[in-house]
C-alpha cells in the first residue's frame, strides 16, 4: 500500500509546495514514487489555486526541483486521507491539531513537525521565507532537504506489520518515541 505524504504551512506558496518538490525530488532519485502519494496544502485560503511563489519557484529550479503542485487549503478529509502531515511551524501544528479536535480528537494521520526529521540543523521550525530576501528561500531549501531526507529513511524503515497494524486498528499513528 503506498504511503501518503501532506506538508503543510500556512499559505501553501513557499515551504509546502516546497517540501512536496523536494520530498518527489528524493523519490525520483531513489526510484521510490510508485510507493508515495505525495501532496501539500496550506492552514489558509488566501492563495487557493495559485502557482508557489516564484522566488521558490527559482530557487527550487537551481537545484533540479520542480514546483508543480497549485495551492488548496488543509481539510478535515485530509486527517485520514493521508498517513503522515507534517507541518513547517509551530503555529501550522496547532492549527492541524485544531482541527483534530473538531474533527472528534483522532486522526489516521500522525501529525508533527518536518523539523522532528533534521539531522544537520539545529532549528525546530522552518521558518517563512515569504516576507524575506533570496537567501530565505536557499535556507528554507537547505532545511527541506535534510528534513525531508531523515523522513524518507523513517518512513522506510517502518515495518509493513507496524503500518498495517494502524489500519486496521484505525488508531493514532504510535509517538514517534515510541515507535518500534
Ligand atoms: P507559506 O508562506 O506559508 O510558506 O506558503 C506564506 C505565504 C504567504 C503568506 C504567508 C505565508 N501570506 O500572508 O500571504
Known amino acids: 500500500m503506498k504511503k501518503r505524504v501532506l506538508f503543510v504551512c500556512l499559505g501553501n506558496i513557499c515551504r509546502s509546495p516546497a517540501a512536496e518538490g523536494v520530498f ?17 496544502a496550506g492552514t489558509g485560503s488566501w492563495h487557493v489555486g495559485k502557482a508557489a511563489d516564484a522566488r521558490m519557484r527559482a530557487a527550487a529550479s537551481r537545484r533540479g526541483i520542480h514546483l508543480a503542485s497549485k495551492a488548496r487549503q488543509l481539510e478535515r478529509a485530509d486527517l485520514n486521507r493521508f498517513d503522515h502531515i507534517l507541518t ?8 492541524v491539531q485544531a482541527l483534530v479536535q473538531e474533527a472528534g480528537g483522532s486522526s489516521v494521520a500522525r501529525i508533527e513537525p518536518l523539523l522532528s526529521y533534521r539531522s544537520r540543523f539545529d532549528l525546530s521550525e522552518v521558518p517563512d521565507p515569504y516576507y524575506g530576501g533570496a537567501e530565505g528561500f536557499e535556507h528554507v531549501l537547505d532545511l527541506l532537504e535534510d528534513a525531508c531526507s531523515g523522513l524518507l529513511q523513517a518512513i522506510d524503515d517502518e515495518t509493513p506489520s507496524a503500518a498495517a497494524d494502524q489500519a486496521s486498528s484505525g488508531t493514532l499513528w504510535r509517538n514517534r518515541s515510541t515507535r518500534a
Do not use: Y
Not at 26 to 39: G, I, P
Not at 88 to 95: E, G, I, P, R
Open 88 to 95: 513547517m511551524d509551530a503555529s501550522n501544528l496547532s492549527q
Open 24 to 40: 518527489l525530488h528524493l523519490l525520483e532519485q531513489s526510484q521510490a514514487c510508485d510507493r508515495f502519494v505525495v501532496d501539500s
